[in-house]
């Protein structure tokens, strides 16, 4: 049905038609005297309910009404309508919905001074719009990821507190500044390519930099870079999300390091379940060879003998008895260094310990002729726990007495912060390549009855003082701190 009105003119009338926010026609007493389509769609009453009607009645209401009469008195006075005005108020619809206009009034241009147009545009979209604004603000603020916006050159539009925490510059020194003040020189080209990029419209992929601080500290960050568009879609700006890798590199090398530690103890622990087993069964081995030799002697002495043979059998009891006791010694003294066995060191004249046992030496083989060259050491001498050293050096020097011809020497001498006690014989030396193995556990190369752990437990105890035993081709080498400190297992006591 046609809509029309005999005071609105035909032109005006149109306007109001089409018109994409609600458009009233009034008197000068604020009576409607047309409504559009889109007033009856924003404030839900029709043309024909609302034709006659005080406007104020119908969109306004409390402590509005007064204040919207006032507002509109004001610009339908003779002054007002020659040129117009606009206010803001809240409306409401016919169900009582209320969302801010703002009124734009102006007066019929063929009017004879009593017939306005209001214009009511709804600014609720505009308060969301402003609402959204202000939330994504705060959203920005509050990121823990420093986010920057730039011109397509590099000026710095705005600047997030995490940017004032990560690179230290306030958003006062920065807003206005090219945003290279914290580019390295050598990532320059990288950043003037990215931006490039951007102005062009092409994305920009995730990637690793580095950035520096205003104290000039080079700091690894993660970027994100994205084009900001105006309304038509040109790229106008660039948005520059930074995040801080330090913490996240620091876990990840931190991580790693546990899990190599992790991995390390677990083959450690492999390792020694293996050596474990290999110690038990190489023990087992050693010790069945004296116990069979116990037994048979044994066995003989039972079933009767002369005795020529009894004392002959008692003399291979004795001997083999002997011999599963030094082997047990010698096993229960490598578990306790296996334990971490505890030394107790003092004050100790390595010297006389050296004279002592090669006078030892001496008593049990007088064919060999015994030489010990020493050099002056400091006094007071070493800080050592005599009887570990004593044991490492009956060790060094029955393996001597085993292989010696006709000489054996030692020589005491000072080697920068540790002393070294060289034993030597003229015998065939130890094989080349075996260098190594001949401290192996249960390992004998002259297949001269040893049970192959006295060079072992000699390395044990070199190792825990913090020294070393080796062997080259001028023999073997005790190698020993002057300073305790460097003992893993120490219980001082005074001299």
């Known amino acids: 049905m046609k809509r029309d009105h005999p005071d609105i003119p035909e032109d005006e009338r149109r306007v109001i038609e089409v018109a994409g926010d609600a458009v009233v026609a009034i008197d000068d007493g604020g009576k409607v005297l047309d409504w559009s389509p889109q007033a009856e769609r924003t404030f839900g009453w029709s043309r024909e309910e609302a034709s006659g009607r005080e406007l104020a009645s119908l969109i306004v209401r409390g402590e509005d009404v007064e204040r919207y009469r006032r507002e509109l008195a004001t610009i339908c006075s003779a002054d007002g309508a020659r040129s117009g005005g606009r206010f803001r108020v809240e409306a409401h619809d ?9 009124a734009v009034v102006w007066a019929s241009a063929k009017a004879d001074g009593c017939t306005f147009n209001v214009l009511f545009h709804d600014l609720s979209h505009q308060r969301e719009r402003d609402e959204a604004r202000e939330r994504l603000a705060a959203i920005v603020d509050s990121s823990q990821d420093a986010i920057v916006s730039t011109t397509l050159d590099g000026v710095v539009l705005s600047w997030n507190r995490a940017a004032e925490n990560l690179y230290c510059f306030s958003a006062e020194e920065m807003v206005g500044r090219s945003v290279f003040c914290m580019v390295p020189d050598d990532r320059r080209a990288e950043l003037e390519g990215w931006l490039g990029q951007l102005a062009r419209g092409e994305s920009v992929p995730r990637h690793e930099t580095q950035r520096r601080t205003k104290s000039g500290w080079p700091i690894e960050v993660a970027v994100t870079m994205s084009p900001v568009r105006d309304t038509e879609g040109s790229v106008v700006a660039a948005s520059i999300v930074d995040r801080d890798l330090t913490e996240s590199r620091w876990m990840a090398t931190t991580l790693d390091a546990s899990l190599k530690m992790l991995e390390q103890a677990l083959a450690d622990a492999q390792a020694a379940e293996a050596r474990s087993r290999q110690f038990l069964a190489d023990a087992a081995h050693q010790l069945r060879t004296p116990l069979a030799g116990i037994r048979a002697a044994a066995e ?12 002959r059998l008692l003399s291979d009891l004795v001997r083999e008895a002997s011999r599963a006791g030094r082997l047990i010694g010698s096993l229960l003294q490598i578990a306790r260094i296996d334990e971490g066995e505890v030394l107790v060191a003092a004050p100790c004249d390595l010297l006389s310990l050296c004279a002592d046992e090669a006078d030892r030496l001496w008593s049990v083989a007088p064919h060999l002729e015994i030489v010990l060259r020493t050099d002056e050491l400091p006094d007071p001498g070493p800080v050592l726990d005599e009887g570990a050293v004593r044991e490492i050096l009956a060790n060094l020097l029955d393996n001597a ?13 000072q ?19 075996s260098e190594e193995r001949v401290f192996q556990r ?3 190369l002259d297949g001269k009855g040893g049970c192959g752990l006295g060079l072992a437990i000699a390395r044990e105890l070199a190792r825990t003082h913090g020294g070393d035993l080796f062997y080259d081709e001028r023999g073997f ?10 003992m893993r297992h120490l219980t001082e006591r005074a001299s």
Do not use: K, M
């Open 94 to 102: 016919r169900d009582g919905n209320g969302f801010p206009v703002e």
């Open 300 to 311: 003989n002495l039972l079933i009767g003998a002369d005795a020529a043979d009894r004392d």
């Open 401 to 413: 007495r085993r292989h010696a011809v006709s000489r054996i020497e030692v020589v005491v001498a």
């Open 415 to 433: 080697a920068g912060d540790n002393i070294d006690a060289r034993v030597s014989d003229d015998g065939p030396g130890v094989p080349p390549g």
């Open 442 to 444: 249960f390992v004998s």
């Open 477 to 486: 080498t005790l190698r020993l701190p002057a300073d305790y400190r460097a």
